[in-house]
């Protein structure tokens, strides 16, 4: 095995192995129920899969165009139009991409020059920090507020500096299950209005939202999207995570920097699964499908806890459901989380892990995006604590 002969100066320092890895390795390693890293344990649809093969087979095999394949990019269009009123060009402003980690870190690359701040909410999906670094940019943190982790919109407007380039938004929110609302939304209209500030959206959750609530997309604020770039995942939507596909949006004078970037990125996206995906979204009804699924889980697996020494947390979205765990140990959330996977054979996630010092609150992250099965299992040992 050769090793590198010379000191190596690392461009990410303080970063090791994501939490998400490490938490399925000690889960596999134990034998333990996986409710760590947030992947459906149950299958995609038939048809998406029967879809999928149709297309590889008729020879939908050479690199597609740059942008993604035209059907997709005018489903999405046409998706976006029909749920939020918004209208996008389907050549200059829709942009197909290899998950939505690659769609936040190519708008980053491509928009955060050296020196830019970027403004980010704690509890932070672990990619956007280390996104920023890697371009120069520096990271600012806006804490969500404990408890409730809502945005503070008078913190928010102090952080603001004529360096501010980008603020990056997540809604319905990872790792807390929370949601923005309209009055968030109108908030930071208002606050960017007259700056140069580009948002970015992280929407991955987008059709996970609960009790009537609605998804506060930017594509909803004409304020935010003219200045957005707006990113859903194809993973999270139709079950799908390993296929790594997103699609992204922007006005086109930033599509157009995007592009530049993400040509050299990873130049275009697994061809079938493009065209798969844009003839499963002619299909009507699947959102609507998909929310009560979760929300059905999201209610067996509230309604097991609610008995536990578990305190849950409320859960407006997306599908984790964080808990405190005060009344079963003290311990700090780490080893609470891997004793948990070892001794009781249940992994999951401890929230510090999304705080740049590691705050620790108390607070585990449960997915519940498992077969009725699975949480039945999770559910039994876990209000046994
Ligand atoms: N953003 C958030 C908030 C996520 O939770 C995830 C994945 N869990 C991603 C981005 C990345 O999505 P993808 O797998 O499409 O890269
Ligand atoms: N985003 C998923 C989660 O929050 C995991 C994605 C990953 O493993 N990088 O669990």
């Not at 980010?120 to 940019?137: C, K, M, N, R």
């Amino acid at each position: 095995m050769p090793t590198y002969p010379r000191p190596l100066s690392s461009r990410l320092p303080h970063v090791g192995t994501t939490i998400f890895t490490v938490m399925s390795a000690l889960a596999n390693e134990h034998g333990a129920i996986n409710l760590s890293q947030g992947f459906p344990d149950f299958d995609a649809p038939a048809d998406l899969l029967a879809l999928l093969n149709e297309h590889a087979r008729a020879g939908h095999n050479q690199y597609a165009p740059m942008t993604g394949v035209p059907a997709l990019r005018e489903a999405i269009a046409a998706k976006v139009a029909a749920l939020y009123g918004a209208q996008y060009d389907v050549d200059a402003e829709i942009t197909v991409t290899a998950g939505a980690t690659q769609a936040i870190f190519t708008a980053v690359a491509a928009l955060v020059h050296p020196g830019d701040e970027v403004i980010v909410f704690t509890p932070v999906y672990d990619s956007y920090g280390p996104s920023i670094e890697l371009q120069g940019g520096k990271v600012v943190y806006a804490d969500l507020t404990v408890p409730g982790y809502r945005p503070d919109w008078d913190a928010v407007a102090r952080l603001i500096t004529p360096r501010t380039r980008m603020i990056i938004i997540n809604s319905p929110h990872n790792p807390t299950g929370t949601i923005w609302t309209a009055e968030d939304m109108v908030r930071l209209e208002a606050l960017v209005r007259d700056t140069d500030i580009v948002i970015v959206s992280d929407e991955v959750y987008e059709h996970m939202v609960y009790d009537q609530a609605r998804h506060e997309s930017v594509l909803r604020y004409p304020g935010l999207a003219e200045r957005a770039v707006v990113v859903s995942s194809f993973g999270k939507t139709y079950h799908v995570t390993g296929w790594k596909i997103a699609y992204c949006l922007a006005p086109r004078e930033l599509m157009a920097e995007f592009r530049k970037a993400h040509q050299f990125i990873v130049f275009t996206v697994h061809a079938p699964s493009q065209y798969a995906l844009a003839a499963f979204m002619s299909k009507p009804g699947w959102y609507e499908q998909l929310k009560a699924l979760y929300q059905g889980k999201r209610d067996i697996f509230r309604q097991a806890l609610s008995g536990s020494r578990f305190e849950l947390l409320p859960c407006q979205g997306t599908y984790f459901q964080c808990v405190k765990y005060g009344a079963i140990s003290e311990e700090g959330d780490r080893a609470f989380v891997e004793r948990l996977t070892r001794e009781h054979g249940v992994a999951a996630i401890p929230v510090s892990a999304f705080y740049p010092n590691g705050d620790d609150h108390g607070v585990i992250r449960f997915c519940f995006a498992k077969s009725a099965t699975t949480l039945e299992k999770a559910l039994e040992r876990l209000i046994r604590l």
